[in-house]
């Protein structure tokens, strides 16, 4: 059996990659579509098929408790979107996926977790990378110290920013500027790379080479973690130049990613060579390994959880803390 997806927000995320990559999964298919936007449900339905009962607005959202054809909700709205429709598909009795950033702050997180919890159902958040094979092996690489212990990581994801009128660039609706978007999987490359937990943060904001585009939300900024084994990472996230790396040095040799965030296909090499892993659709990965849990009544791996949703977000907002304060922010576990 697959399980029934219905796509909440049909914007770039869900037209470009997540309605492609569910014509390839195994364990789930597109069964249906939330959206404000009533050519884009006519288009959807001819293009993938899909039934006009299983075709909502955010309105009608609610009564998707009724419809059996769809298991799973995946919520793909701007961040500050995403407690509410999260909560509320909980509510209807469906286990939910939900974009990163899980959401803008802790308290909502943990409003979105409890209510998942209360209604019995699973949550996961969009984090594919833990299901793409260059990702994993350089987890094994770090985790397992294949080269000594990590003693430094650079791990940075930026990208030029275009449309000055975008959600991404207003404060109310991304919570920030890049870190929210892309530096969190900065965050998270540190995170796995050492397979540890910060224990303290510093961070700076760059300068704006574009004030007027950037008045709500941050340009670029870096920010600097120390781990409990001794070992630092320094990081950048930008909307105005690309950069994209996650590189790590042990003791005993070096290995990266670059390309180590996008779409792919990654690239990585160690000190000893090239790193050789199967190419995957990163998001059909994503969607059938949660599915596959989700089908076999397994309780989800900690990585994908909103548990691991609210520590990134906790560090992101601790990043800000320590940018806007200028001192260094202690970490509680
Ligand atoms: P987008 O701007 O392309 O799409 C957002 C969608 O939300 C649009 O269809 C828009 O109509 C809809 N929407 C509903 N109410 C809205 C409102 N009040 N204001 C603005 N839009 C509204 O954005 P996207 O790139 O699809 O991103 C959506 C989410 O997916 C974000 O949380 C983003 O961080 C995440 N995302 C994740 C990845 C990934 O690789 N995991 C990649 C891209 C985006």
């Keep these: 059996?697959?399980?029934?997806?219905?796509?909440?927000?049909?914007?770039?995320?869900?037209?470009?990659?997540?309605?492609?990559?569910?014509?390839?999964?195994?364990?789930?298919r597109l069964a249906g579509i939330v959206t404000g936007t009533p050519s884009k449900a006519e288009e959807w339905m001819k293009k993938y098929?899909?039934?006009?009962?299983?075709?909502?607005?955010y309105k009608t959202f609610d009564r998707i408790a009724d419809n059996k054809d769809i298991d799973v909700v995946y919520v793909v709205l701007p961040n500050s979107m995403h407690e509410e429709y999260v909560v509320r598909a909980a509510q209807a009795g469906k286990h939910v996926i939900c974009e990163k950033p899980m959401a803008i702050m802790p308290k909502a997180c943990q409003n979105m977790i409890d209510a998942c919890k209360k209604a019995n159902k699973q949550l996961a958040i969009g984090y594919r990378l833990h299901y793409e094979p260059f990702t994993k092996e350089i987890m094994?690489?770090?985790?397992?110290?294949?080269?000594?212990?990590?003693?430094?990581?650079?791990?940075?994801?930026?990208?030029?920013?275009?449309?000055?009128?975008?959600?991404?660039?207003?404060?109310?609706?991304?919570g920030g500027g890049p870190l929210m978007d892309v530096g969190i999987y900065a965050v998270q490359g540190a995170r796995y790379v050492t397979g540890e937990e910060p224990i303290s943060v510093t961070a700076q904001f760059a300068p704006k080479t574009d004030p007027q585009k950037f008045k709500d939300v941050e340009e670029t900024m870096f920010w600097q973690f120390e781990?409990?084994?001794?070992?630092?990472?320094?990081?950048?996230?930008s909307y105005a130049a690309g950069v994209e790396r996650l590189y790590a040095s042990c003791e005993k040799g070096w290995f990266e990613l670059a390309p180590a965030f996008g779409y792919g296909p990654l690239k990585g090499r160690t000190s000893k060579g090239p790193i050789e892993q199967p190419v995957v659709n990163h998001q059909a990965a994503h969607m059938d390994g949660v599915c596959k849990d989700l089908l076999d009544g397994k309780k989800l791996?900690?990585?994908?959880?909103?548990?691991?949703?609210?520590?990134?977000?906790?560090?992101?907002?601790?990043?800000?803390?320590?940018?806007?304060?200028?001192?260094?922010?202690?970490?509680?576990?």
């Design 301 to 333: 791996p900690n990585h994908v959880t909103g548990e691991e949703g609210l520590r990134d977000v906790r560090l992101l907002q601790a990043i800000y803390q320590a940018a806007e304060t200028g001192k260094k922010i202690n970490l509680k576990a």
């Design 1 to 28: 059996r697959k399980l029934g997806i219905a796509l909440v927000g049909l914007g770039g995320y869900s037209t470009n990659q997540l309605a492609p990559a569910l014509q390839q999964t195994q364990n789930c």
């Design 227 to 237: 781990f409990p084994s001794g070992a630092v990472s320094n990081s950048t996230t």
């Design 140 to 174: 094994r690489l770090g985790q397992e110290k294949v080269f000594g212990p990590v003693k430094f990581v650079e791990s940075s994801d930026g990208f030029r920013s275009g449309d000055p009128n975008q959600w991404r660039l207003k404060k109310s609706m991304a």
């Design 49 to 57: 098929n899909i039934p006009k009962a299983n075709v909502y607005d």
